[in-house]
């Protein structure tokens, strides 16, 4: 098992930044990927952004590509989300996932079996 716990969202004007940040522990050998989710009220949730937790390569939804940065720090059992140049429709609780394997055409949130609770951000103008 792994448990998530992510932190850092909050209330920002639209053009601020925030930076979210996603604590594991238990069985985190186990993670092959991380990544970033979001749903915003009435919708679907939606990745954002993947890490492959060994080799470091990164994806985005192209929403949100140059403005959000997915990073790790596995000494830290952490995975973070830059967020700059927020927009309005960028307003969603934020989800950290994990998984055993993922690969970049198949990310969606059904492979990752972990989840943290969320953590919302709200963009304001």
């Known amino acids: 098992q792994v448990q998530l716990v992510e932190s850092g969202g909050g209330s920002v004007q639209a053009g601020g930044s925030l930076r979210l940040s996603c604590v594991a522990s238990?069985?985190?050998?186990?993670?092959?990927?991380l990544a970033w989710f979001r749903q915003a009220p009435g919708m679907e949730r939606e990745g954002a952004a993947l890490?492959?937790?060994?080799?470091?390569?990164?994806y985005y939804r192209d929403s949100v590509k140059g403005r959000f940065t997915i990073s790790q720090d596995n000494a830290k059992n952490t995975v973070y989300l830059q967020m700059n140049s927020l927009k309005l429709e960028d307003t969603a609780m934020y989800y950290c996932?994990?998984?055993?394997?993922?690969?970049?055409?198949?990310?969606?949130?059904?492979?990752?079996?972990?989840w943290g609770q969320g953590t919302q951000v709200t963009v304001s103008s």
């Open positions: 996932a994990a998984a055993s394997w993922c690969t970049a055409t198949n990310w969606g949130e059904t492979v990752f079996p972990y």
């Open positions: 890490i492959y937790r060994v080799l470091g390569n990164t």
């Open positions: 238990g069985a985190t050998r186990n993670m092959g990927c």
